[in-house]
Structures are given as structure tokens and as C-alpha cells.
């Protein structure tokens, strides 16, 4: 897992970067969030995977987070999760981004123990808006 972040870390232009972590840390939220039960073991993992980022962001991690974790809230709460996670994945051009998304969705999702029915629709739905085909 640490091999394929700092791949990631590697590509594409510094402002590029920037954004599409923003996007995995709100992808990543969002399947923390979408089973209505936020365990201290996926927040741990999401953390985790954030202070080991450099970032170069316009806010902190820790700020930028915790606005994520609102608009993530709100799609929910307003059943906008797909226009949400939409949005969001127009923001991973770097296919690397695409692939390693579907990865740390998955570990986010099985981190505690168990993989709910809203995030395995949510898993689906992500696998189908970025056309993986997994092998």
C-alpha cells in the first residue's frame, strides 16, 4: 500500500496532485459515512493515510478534512450521494488515481470487519462510474 501512494505522490504536476488527494480523502469519507456508522477503525485508517501525504493544500489536512466530512454528511442526508461521488471522481484524471481509489475504497470498507449493504452499493456504483474491470 505505501508503494502505491508514493507512486501516486510521484505523478503529475504538484496543483493536479493536490486535488485529486482531496478527492480520495472524500472518497474515502464518504464510504466511511455512508452505513450511518463511522467506526474509530476506519477513521483511524483514513488518518492515518492522510498525515503520511505531503500536502499542499489551502488549508491544513485536519481543516480540510473536517469540510469534507460535511459535504460528505450532506450528500447523504440529501440522497445526493452519486451526483456527489460524480463530482468528486471527475476529479481523478490520473488513471493511477482511478485505480488505487478502488483499492482504498475497499479497505476502508472491510476495515471493521465488516462491509455493510450501503457500502457495497457504493462500491458498485464506483467501480461502474469509472469503468473498472476488475480481473
Known sequence: MKKIVQSILESSNP???QKQKEALLAIATLFSQVDGKIRLSEQDYIDIWLNGLEWNGKFDRQTTHKLIITQSRTAIENNNIEKYLISLIDQLSDRVYQDFVITFAKYVSEIDGEVATEEKELL????????YDEH
Open 124 to 131: 458498485a456504483l464506483l467501480t461502474k462510474l469509472l469503468n
Open 15 to 17: 496543483e493536479l496532485q
